[in-house]
């Protein structure tokens, strides 16, 4: 079975830094799409970042351009390094694949992690 895991998050002051990590089993890199997602209290499910593992191309929020990116490494693992981190990225973070290529609306990813929260103070 596909099983996404994440870890990293936890509670830092603004201004720090996390990086988050999603490990992938069962599922292949090539051409297919991570992306992490996120949920604040009260506030709909919201794509932050996303990265085609075939081709590399990687995309942002706009809320988080040159704060936080996105990558991968060769063993199925997916990051977000999270910098000049502010109160408004308190929220679940999640972790989420499809097959084929990326798109912006979650209801179109096939797997999802757990959730790791990531809390701003």
């Known amino acids: 079975h596909v099983q996404l895991v994440e870890s990293g998050g936890g509670s830092v002051q603004a201004g720090g830094s996390l990086r988050l990590s999603c490990a992938a089993s069962?599922?292949?890199?090539?051409?297919?799409?991570m992306a992490w997602f996120r949920q604040a209290p009260g506030k709909e499910r919201e794509g932050v970042a996303r990265?085609?593992?075939?081709?590399?191309?990687t995309y942002y929020a706009d809320s988080v351009k040159g704060r936080f990116t996105i990558s991968r490494d060769n063993a199925n693992t997916v990051y977000l390094q999270m910098n000049s981190l502010i109160p408004e990225d308190t929220a679940m973070y999640y972790c989420?694949?499809?097959?084929?290529?990326?798109?912006?609306?979650?209801?179109?990813?096939?797997?999802w992690g757990q959730g790791t929260q990531v809390t701003i103070s």
């Open positions: 069962g599922y292949t890199y090539n051409r297919n799409c």
């Open positions: 989420a694949a499809r097959v084929g290529v990326c798109r912006s609306n979650p209801r179109e990813y096939d797997y």
């Open positions: 990265i085609a593992t075939g081709s590399g191309n």
